[in-house]
């Protein structure tokens, strides 16, 4: 199994960046994904999930409204779309692949290694 993520880097508050995350070595359709973050000096929060069909999704409440998840199986990748950013946003953001095709929060078999966002003036 492999996660791999990009898309991070130097945003400005209230720009955007997208995240992807690809996947291989497993049927990515099968399973529900998600993406977690850490900030400098503080711990694991969950951002976002999704159930394998992308029928249900899950988001933290600090995050509802600008973030966005989504997920193409045809290209095993997942996608965090992220706008309105603000600089409590900044942090290590890790995709994550789920143990089963339902999302629960927590619920990790694999990580990537992580893409910094940093979202500063």
């Known amino acids: 199994v492999q996660l791999v993520e990009s898309g991070g880097g130097l945003a400005q508050p209230g720009g955007s960046l997208r995240l992807s995350c690809a996947a291989s070595?497993?049927?990515?359709?099968?399973?529900?994904m998600s993406w977690a973050r850490q900030a400098p000096g503080k711990g694991l929060e969950w951002v976002s999930g999704?159930?394998?069909?992308?029928?249900?999704?899950f988001y933290t409440d600090s995050v509802k409204g600008r973030f966005t998840i989504s997920r193409d199986n045809a290209k095993n990748t997942l996608y965090l779309q992220m706008n309105s950013l603000k600089p409590e946003d900044t942090a290590l953001y890790y995709c994550?692949?789920?143990?089963?095709?339902?999302?629960?929060?927590?619920?990790?078999?694999?990580w990537g290694k992580g893409t910094l966002v940093a979202v500063a003036s």
């Open positions: 994550a692949k789920g143990y089963t095709n339902r999302y629960n929060e927590g619920d990790v078999h694999y």
């Open positions: 070595g497993f049927t990515f359709s099968a399973y529900a």
């Open positions: 999704m159930d394998s069909d992308g029928s249900s999704t």
